[in-house]
């Protein structure tokens, strides 16, 4: 009882869920288990410390975290760099266009395997728009 008490408080304190993962293949494992859970994925392509891109993608995941997931402590999160050769066959699979990487992350919301991909600079915008909806979907299966 006291663990289930700590594992609660644990994810009231991080607000949502963090992936555990090494590689793309355990991530996918995680999204084809055939659960009820809701998956926050955000892709990104790695930039050079300081550089534009970097600034730009701290800026969409804190801005993710402070605007949906802090509120969907439920809700299960990765991060994934896409051109990381450890998570080619997650890329691959779900259809990762790593050249729009370049401009802002795209992220993937999605719940039993139905969701919803998001790019551009409405993604925030959009997965809070769509997050009540697969925060129900998933509590009510």
Known sequence: MKIVFLLTLLAVAFGYVTMEHNNGHEVLRELEEGNHNVYVIFFYAEGVEGSD????????????????????????????????????ELVSTVGVNVNE???????????????????????????????????????NS
């Not at 730009?56 to 991060?79: C, G, M, S, W």
């Open 101 to 139: 990487l370049q401009k802002s992350p795209s992220i993937l919301i999605m719940e039993h395997g139905n969701g919803a991909w998001i790019h551009g600079p409405e993604t925030i915008s959009k997965i809070a728009e769509y997050s009540p909806a697969y925060s129900t979907r998933s509590k």
């Open 53 to 88: 891109l970097d600034a730009r993608n701290n800026d969409y995941e804190e801005t993710l975290i402070t605007k949906v997931l802090d509120d969907y402590p439920e809700f299960h999160y990765a991060k994934i760099d896409a051109r990381s050769s450890d998570y080619e």
